[in-house]
């Protein structure tokens, strides 16, 4: 009998500690190894991914982005789209406070937005190019009026450069004039509704945060969260491992390896919405490219699989013509063509492209710097060199990259990747005619047509529709021969739960729900 | 006396000119480099030429290329350095926060591998034992040939993840937060990896230049009169070698400190140091033509000011050298 209730004792114990072990504790300060020095804390105003990170914390929006990149309810705790999406309209939390004490209404929404769409130079300010008005009926309700539906509005109203600022603090005018929002004293220490407070900035060292006990989602569980700038890869992980860091932000996909059998260490690398691609010279200066038949034996001649073992190692191979970490959008039967030397030997020889002294003709590849883009092209180079294509290689930094390539079309191969989302919307900027990333010069007017189509349509199955016919198109173009699928490169010490990407339902770069367990 | 003054301050007027040369060369150069700040600011994601266009405009970027550079130089002369386009604040406000950080890192390793170099070559000498002389050469080539990021890993390596004796990057412990007396053991402790690293790579050019020196002194003429004149040989050493040797690795430190303010890019980064260097590498990576080129202003002022006081020292120390 004694012996039984020992057990039974044991256990009970048994139990509670597992029980108490998944309920958070509260506490502690989260060190993050990040990548980045942010340009200022004014969320809006320019494009800076090193402080996106880092403003999920401090600011809330109207609505954002969980890491599975669906809608969720951030400052408006819900929202209704008229019928024929010409009107959204969006019901604010009530009681929410700005971090020094003042409340939050549908005034700062409104100031917000029409500052976005006076400034041009706004990251968000072409997304909003849809809009017709936005007014607050009162202090609760914000209405949006549309010139024309666009479906991809909510997911970019959720996404980059639409954090909600304290009109109280931002609307000021200095000896009669407004202040711009780019010179103002807040964006050097900010005032968020978000679910930590801004502490301490040290320019390319550290941002220190302090839990904001009266969050509207509720108390964060950490009471500090800590953005440690190591720009280093290498030396992240060495912080990371000695545990001087508790998540690293860091991490390079070669690492992912040596992480991945060490004890203690959890890694999230699920597929992202991005892809490395190599986009063909279809319309911009002269080019063997711009004929369909030659692309197309380019891409029998390489061997996908090949590049991604050796140059790229983690995430996917890529099989398709969209990122399909979306996967609604994503098409799985528009394929790219496989790996077939003979093939593209006849092709080229078709094409009009015989083999003189082993070679057929010289094209030029440029990348930028990065081990995976110079690894990616000398391997392209030795597969093309296969088939008697000559590949010469150009690396450049970013900025020469950008006028070589994206200005001045002046290559016959590129390699890219980049984020696709937040919606497909995107693609109109990737292979719509004369879009910002269309580096191809690729031109097709029935993808145009169908890309608007699918940016005006209500509902997701009718948008779908319209995004796989794209895909199809693309398949049989080949503007592009898309590579692999990236993947997120997130380590963190097996004590730290609740990080927003292990998460849904909450915002990506929000560390409200994230605790320690010690 | 008339000389020193008249030398100096024909010096001062050549560091006026010779900054004033140095600008406006830099304006010229780093505007003709491809991209610019608005170019680099959209990158691959957002490059639409609205954005791009509004930037260039908000930055003044859409002037003539002379207007814009008039306007700078007169900043200049009113001693403003410039405006960081990406950062929305005056250059100098950055550049500030960067300098003490930079010139504690730098000019400490500066002056511990000068007098470890010097002693290490003056004592190998004195030793007159053919393999002290073979190690302490090897050990210099080697330190000399290791690239120092590497050196920087390895030092992390053993240092922090192996002995667990300092931390592994940064300037400061950041989940705990100590004030006064903690909080300069907290700051020292930080510094040791990256000052003994870059002190490393440093003490070979102090070594062999000293070295050389001796040796070359110790073969002249007056050495081996004295020398038969029955001086005795420490004092000979003492007075006359090491007095004429001293001068090479001088004016070296002298260029060392100047060069002081640029901080060491690669050292920073692997160390998480808040330095110059990296200040410096973004601004060239972001097109921040402002921001550089203040930087670029308080390097030239830096070191043809190092360089002016270590002639002056070395005129002391050595008056075979005139001020002329």
């Known amino acids: 009998m004694k012996k039984f209730f020992l057990v039974s004792f044991l256990i009970a114990i048994v139990i509670f500690v597992g029980v108490a072990s998944t309920t958070p504790t509260r506490g502690g300060t989260m060190v993050i190894a990040y990548w980045g020095d942010p340009i200022s804390f004014n969320p809006d105003a320019q494009i800076d991914d090193a402080g996106y990170g880092i403003y999920g914390s401090i600011f809330s929006k109207l609505v954002t982005l969980d890491a599975s990149y669906n809608v969720i309810p951030d400052l408006a705790k819900s929202w209704d789209i008229s019928k024929d999406g010409l009107t959204y309209t969006f019901h604010l939390r009530k009681g929410v406070k700005w971090q020094d004490g003042q409340p939050c209404t549908a005034a700062d929404v409104v100031w917000t937005f029409d500052q976005i769409m006076s400034d041009k130079a706004a990251p968000a300010h072409a997304n909003f190019a849809a809009v017709e008005s936005v007014e607050a009926p009162n202090d609760y309700t914000v209405v949006i009026k549309m010139k024309r539906p666009y479906s991809a509005f909510l997911s970019f109203l959720a996404w980059y450069g639409t954090f909600i600022m304290p009109k109280h603090l931002y609307d000021i005018t200095e000896n009669g004039s407004p202040v711009s929002w780019l010179n103002n004293p807040y964006n050097q220490h900010p005032i968020g509704t978000g679910p930590f407070k801004f502490v301490k900035w040290v320019k390319g060292a550290y941002v220190i945060l302090t839990k904001n006990p009266d969050y509207f989602l509720g108390e964060p569980y950490l009471d500090g969260l800590v953005f440690d700038e190591i720009p280093d890869q290498n030396t992240a992980l060495q912080s990371f491992l000695n545990g001087e860091v508790d998540f690293d932000d860091n991490v390079d996909v070669s690492q992912l390896g040596i992480l991945k059998k060490m004890p203690h260490v959890l890694i999230d690398d699920s597929l992202t919405p991005s892809r490395y691609y190599l986009a063909f010279n279809v319309g911009r200066r002269p080019s063997p490219f711009h004929d369909k038949e030659v692309r197309f034996a380019v891409a029998y001649a390489l061997n996908r699989e090949q590049i991604f073992n050796l140059a790229i190692k983690y995430g996917e191979v890529a099989e398709g013509f969209y990122t399909p970490a979306i996967p609604w959008a994503y098409n799985p039967s528009a394929k790219i063509p496989d790996y077939n030397v003979k093939l593209a030997n006849e092709m080229l020889d078709k094409a009009g492209y015989p083999l003189k002294n082993g070679t057929r003709f010289t094209v030029t590849l440029v990348y930028f710097q990065g081990q995976e883009w110079s690894d990616m092209a000398k391997i392209i180079k030795e597969q093309l060199a296969k088939v008697g294509i000559q590949v010469n290689l150009e690396e450049y930094e970013l900025a020469t990259y950008i006028q070589k390539v994206l200005k001045g079309g002046d290559f016959d191969l590129t390699l890219l990747d980049g984020f696709q989302g937040p919606d497909p919307d995107n693609l109109v900027l990737r292979v719509g005619t004369g879009g910002d990333i269309n580096v191809m010069g690729y031109s097709n007017p029935e993808v145009d047509k169908l890309l608007s189509e699918a940016s005006q349509a209500s509902n997701i199955e009718e948008r779908a529709k319209y995004y796989f016919e794209v895909q199809t198109i693309l398949s049989q173009d080949l503007p592009i021969y898309p590579i692999a699928e990236v993947v997120n490169t997130y380590a963190y010490k097996d004590y730290v739960e609740g990080l927003p990407f292990t998460l849904t339902g909450i915002g990506i770069n929000n560390y409200a729900k994230t605790w320690l367990k010690k | ?324």
């Open chain 2, 1 to 324: 006396m008339q000389n020193m003054i008249k030398y100096i301050f024909r010096r001062i007027v050549a560091v006026v000119i010779m900054i004033f040369l140095v600008m406006t060369v830099n304006f010229f150069l780093i505007h003709a480099a491809p991209g610019g700040p608005a170019t680099v600011m959209t990158g691959l994601e957002f490059p639409s030429k609205e954005i791009i266009e509004a930037l260039n405009k908000q930055y003044g970027l859409d002037k003539p290329i002379a207007v814009q550079y008039l306007e700078y130089m007169g900043n200049l002369l009113r001693g403003n350095l410039g405006y960081s386009y990406i950062y929305s604040e005056s250059s100098w406000n950055l550049i500030e926060g960067r300098i003490f950080p930079t010139l504690i890192l730098t000019i400490t390793s500066s002056v511990l591998a000068f007098v470890i170099g010097v002693y290490m070559a003056i004592f190998v000498s004195r030793l007159r034992n053919k393999y002290g002389e073979l190690s302490a050469s090897l050990l210099s080539y080697i330190l000399y040939a290791v690239p120092s990021f590497w050196l920087a890993l390895i030092m992390i390596i053993i240092f922090s993840s192996d002995l667990k004796l300092f931390p592994t990057s940064g300037m400061l412990s950041l989940r705990y937060s100590y004030s006064g007396i903690e909080g300069v053991i907290d700051f020292i402790h930080h510094l040791v990896l990256p000052v003994s690293t870059l002190t490393l790579i440093q003490i070979p050019v102090f070594y062999r230049i000293t070295r050389t020196s001796i040796v070359q002194n110790q073969g002249e003429d007056y050495i081996t009169t004295l020398t038969a004149i029955g001086v005795p040989k420490e004092k000979l050493f003492r007075k006359y070698v090491m007095k004429n040797s001293i001068v090479p690795p001088l004016t070296i430190f002298g260029i060392m400190l100047g060069f002081s303010i640029t901080g060491t890019v690669i050292l920073e980064r692997v160390f998480a140091w808040p330095g110059m260097g990296r200040l410096m590498l973004d601004a060239i990576s972001r097109r921040d033509y402002q921001l550089l080129l203040g930087i670029y202003f308080l390097m030239a002022l830096f070191i043809s000011v190092a360089m002016f006081v270590t002639d002056i020292l070395i005129a002391f120390l050595d008056p075979r050298v005139r001020l002329t």
